[in-house]
Each structure stands twice: as structure tokens, then as C-alpha cells.
Antibody, heavy 119, light 110 residues
Framework: EVQLVDSGGDLVQPGGSLRLSCTAA????????MSWVRQAPGKGLEWVGR??????????EYAAPVKGRFSISRDDSKNILFLQMNSLKIEDAAVYYC??????????WGQGTLVSVSS | QSVLTQPPSVSAAPGQKVIISCSGS????????VSWYQQLPGTAPKFLIY???KRPSGIPDRFSGSKSGTSATLGITGLQTGDEADYYC???????????FGTGTRVTVL
């Protein structure tokens, strides 16, 4: 059974940093393309970025609002996806989901982890 | 703001049909497949449709997708109270080099 478990959400001050994790199980994680998607309170879904498998290579891609501040990485030996968030802004507050990419969509999602940004 | 436009809400009585539209452009829907998701309150999105009109295993055939030009639609027939949720379209935008989601549609069963 495919499982994605998100963790690491917390309350941080504006300008602070936070690292989220997504632990995967039940599929070949090393060959999967993985995304982070966020959802601000009461708002819609917003794609944050994507990392391809190492064999497919290519640059990690990011949405414009987070480019230069957020970084996605992966540890294929431990089946963990990371989202490093720096220079956090009030508008980054959201539930963050990791999701596995399938074709042109995302078939499995984590349960989400809440990031709050406030002074 | 999202580059994919959906109606904020649609509603119908139990057993009836609803259609949700998703409007984009040539850089996204016009040249890429569309996916659809159902999000029940307080839960993660659920994969409903991929490659514009295919259903993943376990998704009932009451849910259907189609695409024409720069627009896509999700249809739900035999509406049930359990279908009350937010629905989102998604596709790749070749100009932005990013996945983009629709604005979301709330389905209400009257």
C-alpha cells in the first residue's frame, strides 16, 4: 500500500526557516517524481515545486512565489522527501502536502502538515 | 491568482448530474492532459481523473472527464450526499514550467 506521511510543520516567525519531511512507503520511491503542494487556510491548492528521480535528472522546479527561498531534496536511501523553507513570509502559512506525480497529475498525497507564520 | 478558472459552486439534487468546467489557455490545458481531484473537508485531495478522461482504480464511473481545446470538464452523475466536496482541476503549464490548479468548485447536494 502506498503511504506518504508529512511531518515537520510548526509555528515560525516571519523570516525564519523550517524543514518539512515526507516519508514514503509501498512503492519505488527512488524512481518517483515528487511534488509539494500547499493550501492556505480557506484557499485553493497551490503547487510549490517538484523534484524528478535521479535517473531522469533535470533541475528541480519551483513555483514563482517560492523560487529562491524554498528547496526540495530527497534521500532515496531512506525514502524521504524534504522541503527546506527559508525567509518565510506570512503568506507562506498553509497546510503542506507531499504528492507523488503520475503522468500529468498526482495520484497519492500525504495527510498534510501545518505551517504557521506569525510574530 | 490561478491560471485555470472554475465556477465557485455548483449544486443539484440527489441523483442528478453536475458538470464542472475548467478554463485555461494554449500553454496549459490546450497542450497538456488534465487531472481532477476531490477534496472532502479537512482531508487531502483525492485523485479522480487523469489524462483528461481516465479514472484510477476504485473511482466509480459516475465520475467522468473530458477536454476540448483550452477547456476541460468533470461530470458527476447520480449525485450523492457523499459527493459534497471541493473539486479542483490541474494541468502542467508549459510557459510557467509549473503545475497549475484551478480555482476550485464547491459541489452542494440540495
Amino acid at each position: 500500500e502506498v503511504q506518504l506521511v508529512d511531518s515537520g510543520g510548526d509555528l515560525v516567525q516571519p523570516g525564519g526557516s523550517l524543514r518539512l519531511s515526507c516519508t514514503a512507503a509501498g512503492f519505488d520511491f527512488s524512481n518517483a517524481f515528487m511534488s509539494w503542494v500547499r493550501q492556505a487556510p480557506g484557499k485553493g491548492l497551490e503547487w510549490v515545486g517538484r523534484i524528478k528521480s535521479k535517473t531522469d535528472g533535470g533541475p528541480t522546479e519551483y513555483a514563482a512565489p517560492v523560487k529562491g527561498r524554498f528547496s526540495i531534496s530527497r534521500d532515496d536511501s531512506k525514502n524521504i522527501l524534504f522541503l527546506q523553507m527559508n525567509s518565510l513570509k506570512i503568506e507562506d502559512a498553509a497546510v503542506y502536502y507531499c504528492a507523488r506525480q503520475l503522468f500529468s497529475g498526482h495520484d497519492y498525497w500525504g495527510q498534510g502538515t501545518l505551517v504557521s507564520v506569525s510574530s | 491568482q490561478s491560471v485555470l478558472t472554475q465556477p465557485p459552486s455548483v449544486s443539484a439534487a440527489p441523483g442528478q448530474k453536475v458538470i464542472i468546467s475548467c478554463s485555461g489557455s494554449s500553454s496549459n490545458i490546450g497542450n497538456n492532459f488534465v487531472s481532477w481531484y476531490q477534496q472532502l473537508p479537512g482531508t487531502a485531495p483525492k485523485f479522480l481523473i487523469y489524462e483528461s478522461n481516465k479514472r484510477p482504480s476504485g473511482i466509480p464511473d459516475r465520475f467522468s472527464g473530458s477536454k476540448s481545446g483550452t477547456s476541460a470538464t468533470l461530470g458527476i452523475t447520480g449525485l450523492q450526499t457523499g459527493d459534497e466536496a471541493d473539486y479542483y482541476c490541474e494541468t502542467w503549464d508549459s510557459s510557467l514550467s509549473a503545475f497549475v490548479f484551478g480555482t476550485g468548485t464547491r459541489v452542494t447536494v440540495l
